[in-house]
């Protein structure tokens, strides 16, 4: 495979600066929030950043369009920020926005203080590939289950991967027209077709304009698409060419706002993977489900790496700005950008997101250009054979790869690697993904960004400007994936008992407040509770729910979850079951009716009253009681004085005598310890204890599902849920524990990972199961180790002190890097390599052979050309002509020496050799001529004092003293 890398831009100057303050960090104010519930508060808080002025505050109820007034104010030296007028159950959205001296940063945060559960998410539709329904129906039918529990209604539509955009886009428009109120999202799963639009180029390469994907094609459902005013064909890739009538759509911004949430599940030709599109995408939803069931979950933290500082741009400003409500500012781990790569951090390290910037990368497969990386982040190749992607939810940016439909594409790449579930082509413009933080699904985000041109802000467009709801922005992955999972609980039964729906579940692990109970409307697929409150308990029976074979119901466990943004009620996903059997007759003969035992009825008998239907469907009344009283309360069985003071708890017997308790097993005369009644033996190991016969208080072992007499007791079967586990018993403290299936099938066996095997290479030493039951053996190093540390990519010592960062190569020789013009091994700044020798009049500057940085003079007759210097003709009497810094063509005169540009100029200093002069000069024609030697009155040659001109004869008693001289002295 051959591969180019491919800049950013056309030129790139690195800078070396803090990335601590760079332009995506000036641009963020990373805020999370906690929250108080007496007296109810919540407070903001902030990273501190240096050259800060203040902090301006503007809150809104969550849902609200319009930010307002300013809300509060704190000086540049706050790091947080106390809000008391706050009230419990209701959500807040803040902005923060920090005035500093390097910038505005902006930070959003939604919150609330024990936030109502979302428990209905509304009708989503799910389009599936009609080349994968067969062979993934099991993991499909798993994934529609699992919408269902957790709230959403599912209308899945099977289509032909040929079909043409508008036509299943008229799929989601039908659904949506039937119940605009309650369509919410649109789940793509597979090569579902394709929409292209716009001609743009949001990367900035001009051989990249033209149609990019659009899946937000299939969540705006009323705007007007046209195919017919755009016509480029001259775009680096034929499948970004828009010409009219292509089937291409016109438009770089979505034509209107977009009403649905989308996403797209699209593993489709990406031959850099072993396995291929099927195996690929039932990877993505085993892992998605496991995830959502809670069977797995990520460490909450977030991870940057910035390799596009040099840009200028705030690119990675979302990234910042996400993560502080998510995961919290000081759980966020900011990378060197021109350190190790970004696939070093997150290979089989866990992070909730990412973010990864860096110029993008070419290859060509099999004579197909791919985009498939970025520089200092990674590749596709890299997913899909030595990486295992470590982050969940992961924005990044870089050129081309955010153009996704095509082969081994770096945007899709992560969702075929480890346990990462999203990728977003993050930062031109931003993605907004706050909410999150208080329940909402990453889909909420989506529709948030393909819609925010100025709510939300900074807003940042690159190179392409703005507007910024651009129709290249797509989400790839689940759109209804949340941050905070609950573990389910499981074993929903529904039976009939007496008429009336028994319902019982297995507990969630999770430490949970209760459950909510549902039933599934028939019809309509959406649900109600069955009962309002929450129950604490794991099973409900009411006799105003009639049992209904057929009816399906689900139960959730409800947890008060505490994030970086605050307190809300978070759902597990249902466990859900359909009631079997057939319904029973009510008391009057109506199958389900109300009519049942413990309802009120009438007898007809008018010395009876409170009438109510028996087990066995009698319509009784109260009797006259024993005192003559109808309805009275001297009943049969009530307390009454029979006169004998040897007796006790005298009561109304059933022929209405008054009857008194003799001396019961505690001997108490009258009391209540007769034999069969309760008592207590004192051992915390039973229960129902009861007296016997005999008066000795004897109780049931209670098993290990809590229930006396039970059958669970400690050995003996049982199931913990755990598909990886076999022969499952009770242990000796009523944990249901099984043996872990080890990777040779064999329950309790001793082929777990981590533990010896073979893998048949003689090659390799060091076999272990990994943890995905491969057996994997460690390859022979450089240095001839089993396992050594010595590999491709370490570091060595290749023995010459002329190179740095020495690193054994793929051929296992211990290769290093040149050190550059700058003492920096491995460093760009070669001879030949272009450098800035700080000279504005010198252009194409270069590294020569001895790291001079050495540019070229401007060349004068091509204005801003960088050439070398040429000569020039100039007026008679000069030569060497050259141009002058101001570029005119100017001539060296010359000299009266007869050299051009000499110094010998008219005026200049010569020697006409002749002792008796002095002072010799140029003359205009170039004559040495000197001044004849004549001594004035002090002897100095050609001195000023002259006869006639002042001196000082040494007499105070003259004046403007002058005089002639004789031979020896001055006269006066």
């Given at each position: 495979m051959d591969k180019r890398s491919v800049s950013f831009i056309l030129a790139m100057v690195m800078s070396m600066a803090l990335w601590a303050q760079s332009p995506s960090r000036r641009n963020s104010v990373m805020v999370e929030a906690a929250v108080s519930t007496s007296p109810p508060s919540i407070t903001l808080s902030w990273e501190s950043f240096s050259g800060t002025n203040g902090f301006t505050i503007y809150r809104r109820n969550t849902g609200s369009t319009s930010w307002g007034g300013i809300h509060?104010?704190?000086?540049?030296?706050?790091?947080?920020?106390?809000?008391?007028?706050?009230?419990?159950?209701?959500?807040?959205?803040?902005?923060?926005?920090?005035?500093a001296s390097s910038g505005t940063g902006y930070g959003y945060i939604a919150t609330g203080i024990q936030l109502p559960a979302i428990e209905e998410r509304g009708i989503i539709v799910l389009?599936?590939?009609?080349?994968?329904?067969?062979?993934?129906?099991?993991?499909?039918?798993?994934?529609?289950?699992?919408?269902?529990?957790?709230?959403?209604?599912?209308?899945?539509?099977?289509?032909?991967?040929?079909?043409?955009?508008?036509?299943?886009?008229?799929?989601?428009?039908?659904e949506y027209n039937a119940a605009p109120s309650d369509v919410k999202?649109?789940?793509?799963?597979?090569?579902?077709?394709?929409?292209?639009?716009?001609?743009?180029?949001?990367?900035?390469?001009s051989e990249h304009v033209g149609a990019w994907p659009c899946d937000g094609y299939y969540g705006e459902v009323n705007g007007n698409w046209t195919d017919a005013s755009v016509n480029n064909s001259n775009a680096q890739r034929p499948q970004n060419d828009n010409v009219p009538g292509d089937g291409k759509f016109d438009h770089s911004n979505f034509p209107s706002p977009v009403e649905l949430q989308v996403g797209r599940v699209d593993l489709q030709d990406m031959p850099a993977f072993s396995a291929g599109e099927v195996q690929l995408l039932q990877n993505y939803l085993n892992k998605a489900h496991q995830y959502k069931r809670k069977q797995w979950v990520p460490q909450e933290r977030g991870l940057v790496l910035d390799n596009l500082q040099w840009v200028g741009n705030p690119i990675a400003g979302?990234?910042?700005?996400?993560?502080?409500?998510?995961?919290?500012?000081?759980?966020?781990?900011?990378?060197?950008?021109?350190?190790?790569?970004?696939?070093?951090?997150?290979?089989?390290?866990?992070?909730?997101?990412?973010?990864?910037?860096?110029?993008?990368?070419?290859a060509t497969d099999n004579g197909v250009l791919t985009f498939n990386g970025a520089d200092n982040i990674a590749t596709t190749q890299n997913y899909a054979t030595t990486l295992s992607m470590g982050g969940v939810f992961n924005m990044s940016c870089g050129s081309y790869f955010g153009d996704w439909d095509n082969r081994n594409n770096f945007l899709r790449a992560p969702l075929g690697s480890g346990q990462a579930l999203t990728s977003v082509w993050a930062g031109m413009p931003n993605w907004w993904f706050h909410h999150m933080g208080v329940g909402e699904t990453i889909g909420h985000g989506v529709l948030l960004s393909m819609n925010n041109t100025t709510d939300y802000q900074p807003q940042n467009g690159g190179w392409q400007g703005s507007p910024y709801n651009r129709a290249h922005l797509g989400l790839m992955g689940d759109p209804t994936l949340r941050m905070h999972m609950v573990a389910p609980p499981a074993a929903l039964q529904v039976t009939n008992n007496g008429g009336t729906a028994a319902f019982s579940w297995n507990a969630?692990?999770?430490?949970?407040?209760?459950?909510?109970?549902?039933?599934?409307?028939?019809?309509?697929g959406e649900i109600s509770r069955v009962v309002p409150a929450m129950i604490t308990g794991t099973s409900h029976q009411s006799p105003t729910v009639p049992f209904v074979a057929g009816k399906e119901y689900m139960v959730r466990a409800v947890k008060?979850?505490?994030?970086?943004?605050?307190?809300?009620?978070?759902?597990?996903?249902?466990?859900?079951?359909?009631?079997?059997?057939?319904?029973?007759?009510?008391?009057?003969?109506?199958?389900?009716?109300?009519?049942?035992?413990?309802?009120?009825?009438?007898?007809?008998?008018?010395?009876?009253?409170?009438?109510?239907?028996?087990?066995?469907?009698?319509?009784?009344?109260?009797?006259?009681?024993?005192?003559?009283?109808?309805?009275?309360?001297?009943?049969?069985?009530?307390?009454?004085?029979?006169g004998n003071a040897n007796t006790g708890n005298d009561t109304w017997d059933a022929n209405c005598n008054c009857v008194g308790q003799l001396v019961d097993c505690q001997g108490t005369p009258g009391g209540s310890a007769l034999p069969g009644t309760a008592c207590n033996d004192g051992n915390a190991n039973t229960g129902n204890d009861t007296w016997d016969a005999n008066c000795n208080c004897v109780g049931q072992l209670v098993d290990c599902q809590g229930t006396p007499g039970g059958s669970a007791l400690p050995g003996t079967a049982c199931n913990d849920g755990n598909a990886n586990t076999g022969n499952d018993t009770w242990d000796a403290n009523c944990n249901c524990v099984g043996q872990l299936v080890d990777c040779q099938g064999t329950p309790g066996g001793s082929a777990l990972p981590g533990t010896a095997c073979n893998d048949g290479n003689a090659n390799t030493g060091n076999d272990t199961w990994d943890a995905n039951c491969n057996c994997v053996g460690q390859l022979v190093d450089c240095q001839g180790t089993p396992g050594g540390s010595a590999l491709p990519g370490t570091a060595c010592n290749d023995g010459n002190a002329n190179t740095g960062n020495d690193t054994w190569d793929a051929n296992c020789n211990?290769?290093?890097?040149?050190?550059?013009?700058?003492?920096?091994?491995?460093?760009?700044?070669?001879?030949?390599?272009?450098?800035?020798?700080?000279?504005?009049?010198t252009g194409n500057d270069a590294w020569d052979a001895n790291c001079n940085c050495v540019g070229q003079p401007i060349d004068c007759r091509v204005p801003g050309g960088l050439l070398p210097v040429r000569p020039a003709t100039t007026a008679i009497r000069t030569r060497a002509t050259t141009w002058d810094a101001n570029c005119n063509c100017v001539g060296q005169l010359i000299d009266c020496e007869g050299t051009p540009g000499g110094s010998a100029l008219p005026g200049t200093s010569c020697n006409d050799g002749d002792a008796n002069t002095i002072n010799?000069?140029?003359?205009?024609?170039?004559?040495?001529?000197?001044?004849?030697?004549?001594f004035d009155c002090e002897g100095v040659a050609n001195g000023p004092a002259l006869p006639g001109t002042a001196c000082n004869d040494g007499d105070p008693n003259t004046g403007n003293d002058s005089g002639t001289r004789t031979a020896t002295a001055w006269v006066s």
């Open positions: 509060a104010s704190v000086a540049g030296s706050a790091s947080s920020y106390t809000d008391n007028a706050v009230t419990t159950g209701v959500g807040y959205e803040y902005k923060v926005v920090r005035n389009l599936v590939a009609n080349n994968i329904s067969s062979s993934l129906a099991t993991e499909i039918g798993q994934l529609e289950l699992d919408l269902r529990a957790d709230g959403w209604v599912v209308k899945r539509h099977d289509v032909s991967t040929s079909a043409s955009v508008t036509s299943v886009r008229g799929i989601v428009v039908s999202a649109v789940y793509v799963l597979g090569h579902v077709p394709v929409p292209y639009s716009g001609n743009h180029a949001p990367d900035g390469h979302c990234a910042y700005r996400n993560m502080g409500p998510l995961v919290g500012h000081s759980n966020v781990t900011d990378c060197y950008p021109y350190g190790s790569p970004f696939s070093s951090y997150v290979n089989g390290q866990s992070y909730m997101w990412t973010y990864s910037s860096g110029g993008g990368l070419q969630s692990p999770d430490n949970v407040a209760g459950y909510y109970l549902y039933q599934f409307d028939q019809n309509t008060l979850q505490t994030s970086k943004s605050g307190t809300y009620y978070n759902l597990s996903l249902g466990a859900i079951a359909t009631a079997a059997g057939t319904p029973v007759p009510d008391c009057q003969g109506t199958p389900g009716g109300s009519a049942l035992p413990g309802t009120a009825c009438n007898d007809g008998n008018s010395n009876t009253g409170n009438d109510t239907w028996d087990a066995n469907c009698n319509c009784v009344g109260q009797l006259v009681d024993c005192q003559g009283t109808p309805g009275g309360s001297a009943l049969p069985g009530t307390a009454c004085n029979d211990c290769v290093g890097q040149l050190i550059d013009c700058q003492g920096t091994p491995g460093g760009s700044a070669l001879p030949g390599t272009a450098c800035n020798d700080g000279n504005a009049n010799d000069q140029w003359t205009a024609n170039c004559q040495c001529v000197g001044t004849a030697v004549t």
